[in-house]
């Protein structure tokens, strides 16, 4: 006979929730990764699972962070009676785990088959997103430089250099094509070739870091195209990952990168708070002032973003006016690093555009939505002249220009010709969305556009 849960039910009571409200968020997160056999969950659901009845193991992760999101603290299953596992991942755990370890763990089981699609499963971990305290970073260098080396190949600028002529490489594989392809061949080679060059012997403590950087940027990549793939859980873990090597490296503006990739991330799954948080941990410690003029740009008006989505309307409008100057500081000739490359005019007006909508200025979206495709190499840069396009169709049409609007999302879709995104699909998504209303009043330009939207979203990515 089953035994009552006493830990559920005063986590539950916690949250202050009924167990219809708490079925009803889990239901809620479930949508986020299509979870279908969480998205059936009931109040009789939760009432067997307090009764003591244990719940799927998908049931169960998707139970944890649900919970997680409403206590703001990471929650784990022994917390919730319901036992631990190895995946059961918390803050404290995933930043005091060796980076090595990390490194090969998660890289294996984005190889494994079964791996992946439990990963590709799982629900993003907001609870996950939480930093660790300022003496974690003031000590990940010496962790690093104390670390065992387990080989004895020797590390030197040949292998830093391929590590960034490899990441480069994906970098713009990704701009061009999206994230779903090419993810697997990249987590190969940081299985097969980063992480032994992390467990190296280096010839001097330059070199280390200059290695703990290029990996970073590799782990990076591999993130930003498992976000592009909407394999957010995932993406989240290869961030965190990324941001312990960059740390690891003291590369205080590689860190600012990351964080600010955290922060859109989290923007843009709807967690505006925590977004906030990750925004302004990417310009404290020195990670703003060490980065160059592009990458404060960068920085910058993704936390202009982030700011407005909060409601900040007069600190983002500033932040907007602080990344046009900091770009307008970078000319060419400045030593940059690599990872900025993509960051131009059309980039800055693209992310202002954004910030502007958010802010509910429909109108100056739109302008910079012009801007930004009017400003971008579209041959280099498929994947985000089709979002952008995706985007401005909707200010369109959420302005009551739907011929407009579907005029630039048939040029939204021809873009995506030969694209492979988690991101393009959404935008295939709110096109539907939004011309449900119409689809059945025989306008032409809205049965093309709905129709060849469809067409998108059928193809296996």
């Not at 660790?132 to 190949?153: K, N």
């Not at 910030?355 to 009017?374: E, K, Q, Y």
Request: proline share 2%; net charge neutral; with cysteine.
């Amino acid at each position: 006979m089953a035994h009552r849960n006493l830990d559920l039910a005063a986590a539950i009571a916690e949250t202050g929730w009924s167990q219809t409200a708490m079925a009803a968020a889990m239901v809620r997160v479930a949508a986020e990764t299509g979870t279908k056999e969480v998205i059936t969950v009931t109040r009789s659901h939760i009432a067997m699972w307090v009764a003591g009845t244990r719940p799927r193991s998908q049931a169960a992760a998707i139970l944890r962070e649900t919970l997680s999101r409403r206590l703001g603290r990471p929650v784990t299953l022994a917390e919730l009676g319901l036992g631990g596992e190895s995946s059961d991942m918390v803050t404290g755990v995933e930043w005091d785990t060796d980076t090595l370890t990390s490194l090969v763990d998660l890289g294996r089981d984005s190889m494994d088959r079964g791996r992946r699609r439990l990963l590709a499963g799982a629900a993003y971990s907001v609870g996950g997103l939480a930093l660790p305290q300022d003496s974690w970073w003031d000590e990940a260098p010496q962790r690093a430089r104390t670390r065992f080396a387990g080989a004895t190949h020797a590390v030197g600028e040949t292998e830093v250099r391929a590590v960034r002529e490899m990441t480069e490489f994906f970098a713009r594989r990704d701009q061009r094509h999206g994230g779903v392809d090419g993810r697997t061949a990249l987590c190969q080679y940081i299985v097969d070739d980063v992480a032994r060059y992390v467990a190296g012997l280096f010839r001097n403590e330059r070199t280390r870091r200059s290695l703990y950087s290029a990996a970073s940027e590799a782990v990076y990549v591999a993130g930003w195209m498992s976000f592009d793939a909407s394999q957010h859980e995932l993406a989240r873990r290869y961030f965190s990952l990324s941001l312990k090597l960059a740390a690891e490296a003291d590369d205080t503006a590689l860190t600012g990168h990351i964080l600010r990739a955290m922060a859109h991330q989290a923007i843009d799954l709807g967690h505006s708070k925590a977004g906030l948080e990750l925004a302004t941990s990417s310009v404290e410690r020195e990670r703003y002032t060490q980065a160059t003029p592009r990458e404060r740009a960068l920085i910058g008006i993704v936390r202009a973003r982030a700011l407005a989505v909060n409601g900040q309307r007069r600190q983002a409008v500033a932040a907007i006016t602080q990344a046009e100057v900091d770009l307008d500081r970078a000319t060419p000739g400045d030593e940059e690093p690599q990872r900025v490359w993509f960051f131009q005019e059309a980039s800055l007006a693209h992310e202002t555009a954004r910030t502007l909508w958010a802010l509910g200025d429909l109108d100056g979206a739109l302008r910079h939505f012009h801007d930004s495709v009017r400003f971008r190499r579209a041959d280099a840069f498929s994947r985000t002249h089709a979002v952008t396009l995706g985007y401005m169709g909707t200010v369109e049409a959420r302005q009551g220009n739907l011929e407009t609007a579907c005029h630039t999302w048939t040029l939204a879709l021809d873009a995506m010709d030969g694209v492979q995104s988690g991101r393009t699909r959404e935008a295939a998504t709110t096109m539907r969305a939004v011309l449900s209303p119409f689809r059945n009043r025989g306008i032409p330009s809205v049965s093309e556009v709905d129709a060849r939207a469809r067409a998108v979203l059928h193809q296996v990515p």
